[in-house]
């Protein structure tokens, strides 16, 4: 009896301890994806959209506009004490641009529904190319949530990055590595529904091809 129980101990403490490490690797991995998410100069695209958080968002996301790198510009997740004109106060951008070309989302509180919501937009204007403008510790879990909700639309992550971010090395800044691990928390169960999603699409996709080939 002794010694079931000595092995089960160690059973339980061998998964553990390989829980934590991969929880820790994948933090690795997830820290250094974030480091590599650097802005540049982005290739044009249908629209934008951009997920608020920052203000630096907002900026980012209306010269991206001014240069014409989209054709509109959707602002996702905004808060609704804050009126267009505040907006568009924020943005710079002149009141006649705005006005023709801006979209503003006041439904979505969640990265999910800044996904939700950007496909119905997407979806109505017919739009297949996206740059997505969003921190670059914000970045990965945002792709994961608009690809989940939008598998066949294209997407260009423009990231911002924050001068009180420090990516490239996190391990050496307190702020940066709370930042990171915080993220990092909320982009696993983001993960965890974009591989349900995908599962399902094949299901269903494997389901449709085994009707077709069945005779008739």
Known sequence: MTRRVTWVGFGVGAAAATALLAFAAGFVVFARTVASYVPGP??????????????????????????????????????????????????????????????????????????????????????????????????????????????RITLLPHPVVSNKVHATRWWMDPYTARVLLGEYMKFLPSAARFGAARLLRWEESAAVDKTDAAPG
């Not at 630096?56 to 602002?75: D, H, K, N, V």
């Not at 439904?107 to 403008?133: C, M, P, Y």
């Open 42 to 151: 982005s290739p044009r695209a249908d629209a934008i959209v951009v997920l608020t958080g920052g203000e630096l968002r907002l900026t980012a996301g209306a010269m991206l506009l001014r240069e014409g790198r989209g054709t509109r510009l959707l602002i996702s997740g905004v808060n609704p004490m804050t009126s267009r004109d505040d907006l568009r106060r924020l943005s710079g951008l002149p009141e006649r641009l705005f006005s023709a070309r801006v979209d503003v989302d006041y439904a979505a509180h969640t990265t999910s529904g800044n996904a939700d919501e950007t496909r119905a937009w997407a979806q109505a204007k017919g739009f297949t190319r996206l740059i997505v403008v969003t921190s670059s510790y914000h970045m990965p879990r945002s792709l994961m949530e608009l690809r989940r909700t939008m598998p």
